[in-house]
């Protein structure tokens, strides 16, 4: 089983729709967890931290379920410019990060 | 506050070649990583840094070498291009802190705009 799991994608959405990712991970040790955003040919951009409570940044809404080992993120009114691939990633301090395989959004006009 | 920087952005090599490839973070990071990505992949782990004067092998770190030459700046080389080296390549590089659980943990990473490298 991969460190990092996600939706394998692609999601092709019109605009105004709502999307989740989904992402599960497979130490339970980890501690940090980040959802990062990449257009194509670009660097990883941090989206958002994910903290068990839960947040909320404009449309975005993370959540993380410790128990079940799982993370998600909503994208609400979706956006031509939030086109982009997503990137689940997860660390444990004084480890390296883990970077799941990432799900590919297009939204469409 | 320019962040991670990279340089070059873009390289083309002759296969046997060598070149280095810098990176220099300006946030007082601990922690400096090289990845590198090819066409339609995910990020690929060669070598890391956990802190100035220490370097580890990542995942694919056959044929790289690295330098972390002072807290600010982590080098990457490759001693004799191969094709197979024809990459994206990211610097990042993390702090630590407490989290809201004030718990010691890993600050997110931050990305230089990377450097695209053909090796011919």
């Known amino acids: 089983r991969k460190e990092v799991e996600q939706d394998p994608g692609p999601f092709n959405v019109p605009e105004g729709a709502t999307v989740a990712f989904n992402c599960t991970y497979s130490?339970?040790?980890?501690?940090?967890f980040f959802w990062y955003r990449q257009d194509c040919r670009k660097e990883p951009k941090l989206l958002m931290s994910?903290?068990?409570s839960g947040n909320e940044d404009g449309r975005f809404t993370a959540q993380l379920n410790r128990a079940s080992q799982y993370i998600s993120l909503l994208i609400r009114d979706s956006k031509l410019s939030d086109s982009a691939t997503y990137l689940c990633?997860?660390?444990?301090?004084?480890?390296?990060?883990?970077f799941g395989p990432g799900t590919r959004l297009s939204v469409l006009p | 506050n320019a962040g991670v920087t990279q340089t070059p952005k873009f390289q083309v090599l002759k296969t046997g070649q060598s070149m280095t490839l810098q990176c220099a973070q300006d946030?007082?990071?601990?922690?400096m990583y090289w990845y590198r990505q090819d066409p339609g992949m995910g990020l690929r782990l060669i070598y890391y840094?956990?802190?100035?004067?220490?370097?580890d092998k990542g995942e694919v770190p056959n044929g790289y070498n690295v330098s972390r030459l002072n807290k600010r700046e982590f080098s990457l080389r490759l001693e004799s291009a191969a094709p197979s080296q024809t990459s994206v390549y990211f610097c990042?590089?993390?702090?630590?802190?407490?989290?809201?659980?004030?718990?010691?943990?890993?600050?997110?990473?931050?990305f230089g705009d990377g450097t695209r490298l053909s090796i011919l």
């Open positions: 946030m007082n990071h601990n922690s």
């Open positions: 990633v997860v660390s444990f301090y004084g480890q390296n990060f883990v």
């Open positions: 130490n339970s040790a980890s501690q940090s």
């Open positions: 840094s956990a802190s100035e004067g220490t370097t």
């Open positions: 994910v903290y068990s």
């Open positions: 990042a590089s993390s702090g630590r802190g407490l989290d809201r659980s004030m718990v010691l943990s890993n600050q997110p990473q931050h």
